[in-house]
């Protein structure tokens, strides 16, 4: 299977939280901090306030499971390295016999 020609990435993010009805204080106040993300996926666009990521992508260009990341809860952004082409292996010579 291709890989897509889009680059791989893993973002580190804070996301939003919220709760409706009553709870106690000390059940706010957890809500409150948030929580921290990690999402990996095709990066497929990227604005100056977001980023559009896949997580599905075939072949033929088609995408799915697209997330969109605001760059201003963007804790870390990390390229992961493409593979390198694998090169045919070279023959090697045997040695020759006295």
């Known amino acids: ?7 791989l990435v893993v973002i580190t993010w804070d996301d939003h939280t919220s709760m409706d009805g009553w709870q106690g204080s000390d059940q706010a106040k957890i809500m409150a901090a948030g929580k921290q993300v990690t999402s990996v996926g095709w990066l ?6 977001v980023y559009s990521v896949v997580s599905c992508a075939c072949e033929d260009g088609d995408v799915s499971c697209q997330q969109t990341i605001l760059k201003a809860a963007t804790v870390d ?10 090169r045919p292996k070279k023959a090697t010579a045997s040695p020759a016999v006295v």
């Open 44 to 49: 497929l666009h990227e604005t100056d306030k």
């Open 77 to 86: 952004v990390y390229h992961v390295p493409q593979p390198k082409k694998k």
């Open 1 to 7: 299977m291709k890989v897509p020609h889009l680059p």
